[in-house]
């Protein structure tokens, strides 16, 4: 499978697919062909250079209007004809456009477990929450915010140490989680095939 991944932020979920294709590239059953990115200058990027990728950055403040915009991020990412595409820590909500293009294809990971502390700060409102388990979630993007079916989630105890201001320490925590959580989500889909019913995703019947 063609996966194309747009990130946003430090990249390491987008390392950790490069690292498992790296490690077994017939086993994986799919490979990254390009990185997007809503922003210049971020280590995603270099980490897609450093991999010999092709990347492509599509900024909103390029664009008159935010429709212009989504049907840049679509052209760009379908110029690599991707079979799934991947959004890894990309902090901006796709369009019409884009998911009517690639909708039931794109797959999102979201430090929370959804549907608590959707939005772009679900680390942060957890811990502010007083939750006593939080996590992550890999699921299907639809037109909502962080609403699509789920696919995955793993738990990530919140304990004494995660301090009201701590939300990076354990934010970190959950991303370690994260990166085998969409590993292993992307290598089911590709491998094994996967239908949307709903609510429900069935891998692999
Ligand atoms: C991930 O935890 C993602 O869920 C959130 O931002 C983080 C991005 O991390 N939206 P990275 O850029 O993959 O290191």
Redesign the pocket.
Known sequence: ARLVVL????????QALLDAVDADPEGFGARVVAVGADRDGIA?LERAERAGLPTFVCKVKDHRTREEWDHALTEATAAYDPDLVVS??F?KIVGKEFLARFGGRIVN???ALLPSFPGAHGVRDALAYGAKITG?TVHFVDDGVDTGPIIAQGAVEVTEEDTPDGAAAL?ER??EV?RRLLVDVVRRLAWHGYRIEGRKVHVGE
Request: aromatic fraction near 0%; glycine fraction near 20%; charge should be neutral.
């Open positions: 990130v946003s932020g430090s990249g390491t979920n987008l995603g890894a820590g902090m990971t979201h430090p992550c934010h959950i991303k994260e």
